[in-house]
């Protein structure tokens, strides 16, 4: 069993910037693809980025050219930049990992981010 702790989440401003962090219990070597999901208030779990083994990214169209993930093996840790940062942006960010295609099999519980107008 994995466990991921997300961090970094707060309140900012409009045009703000915030990095969140996610640490895995053990290695993250050996996951597929690792990404970030967001669930804003009243709707439902989005997902805002993913980055695999190869460290091949995908970002979803609302974030893209404002937000970058990253990973770093050696620290097991999963990263995501947030930069000018929009109200909309107001969510429960959650980190995933998995093992095979298809859904996640890890999910950590989650980090708020409020941005403020």
């Known amino acids: 069993q994995v466990h991921l702790v997300e961090s970094g989440g707060g309140r900012v401003q409009t045009g703000g910037s915030l990095t969140l962090s996610c640490v895995a219990s053990?290695?993250?070597?050996?996951?597929?693809?690792m990404g970030w999901h967001r669930q804003p208030p009243g709707e439902q779990r989005e997902l805002v980025a993913t980055?695999?083994?190869?460290?091949?990214?995908n970002y979803g169209d609302s974030v893209a050219g404002r937000f970058t993930i990253s990973r770093d093996n050696a620290k097991n840790t999963l990263y995501l930049r947030m930069t000018r940062l929009k109200p909309e942006d107001t969510a429960v960010y959650y980190c995933a990992a998995q093992t095979r295609s298809g859904s996640p099999d890890y999910w950590g519980r989650g980090t708020q981010v409020t941005v403020s107008s």
């Open positions: 980055i695999t083994g190869g460290n091949s990214t």
């Open positions: 053990g290695s993250i070597i050996g996951f597929l693809t």
